[in-house]
């Protein structure tokens, strides 16, 4: 069964911590994975997609296959980063579905 | 930058009443995707569509619900008959090609009395 798991409800953090989202999943396969980010009153963005390998906002994740996870991280955040976050997963080939995870809200303390 | 729009962004409708939800993809994608969000509730797959067809639908997408892509820009999902539990916010999605990311619409909120 394709599952995401994101164990954290809520994430408080002062600017300036470092922060890391957990994210966990199960698949049979090779999925991709993403985080989308949901900031106050704006629709669901992308964030980042582990086969980009990109940092963007000083965010990086990495992709775990042995642990299964892709954990979102950055060394220092920012009150800005407040907001929704959500790891998904879809399939490699073609147009699959995304799977998502019940999110995370990250709240960043001045 | 192009961005997916949706309406309305918000909709409220008597139980058993036909509700349509309206999204407008950007221009040139190919994929186009609805998905809900019930509160408090993770974001889940409905229906996908391509090459004016659907593609894949999820057990939550019944005979209650059908898509309809009626001229080269609109893709509406209709509930024909709607009950409380469809209160949810609605997202479109939309992604050019198959490989490419989606793109969401900001959702319009459904509620059902």
């Known amino acids: 069964a394709q599952r995401v798991t994101q164990p954290e409800k809520l994430l408080s953090v002062f600017k300036g911590a470092p922060v890391e989202l957990k994210c966990n999943y199960s698949?049979?396969?090779?999925?991709?994975l993403f985080w989308y980010v949901q900031y106050s009153r704006q629709r669901l963005q992308l964030l980042l997609r582990h086969i980009s390998r990109e940092s963007i906002k000083g965010f990086t994740a990495d992709l775990n296959k042995g642990e299964t996870s892709f954990h979102l991280k950055k060394p220092f955040a920012q009150e800005e980063d407040s907001a929704m976050y959500y790891c998904a997963l879809s399939g490699i080939s073609g147009n699959t579905p995304l799977v998502f995870g019940k999110g995370t809200r990250l709240s960043v303390i001045a | 930058e192009p961005e997916v729009t949706q309406t309305p962004s918000h909709q409220v409708t008597q139980m058993g009443q036909e509700v349509i939800l309206r999204c407008v993809p950007i221009s040139n994608h190919l994929y186009f995707y609805w998905y809900r969000q019930i509160l408090g509730q993770k974001v889940e797959f409905l229906v996908s569509?391509?090459?004016?067809?659907?593609?894949?639908k999820s057990e939550i997408f019944d005979d209650q619900f059908s898509v309809e892509r009626p001229d080269g820009s609109n893709f509406t999902l209709k509930i024909r008959s709607t009950k409380l539990e469809d209160s949810a916010m609605y997202f479109c999605?939309?992604?050019?090609?198959?490989?490419?990311?989606?793109?969401f619409g900001p959702g319009t909120r459904l509620l059902v009395l």
């Open positions: 999605a939309s992604k050019q090609g198959a490989a490419e990311t989606q793109y």
């Open positions: 569509f391509y090459n004016n067809e659907i593609s894949e």
């Open positions: 698949y049979s396969g090779s999925p991709e």
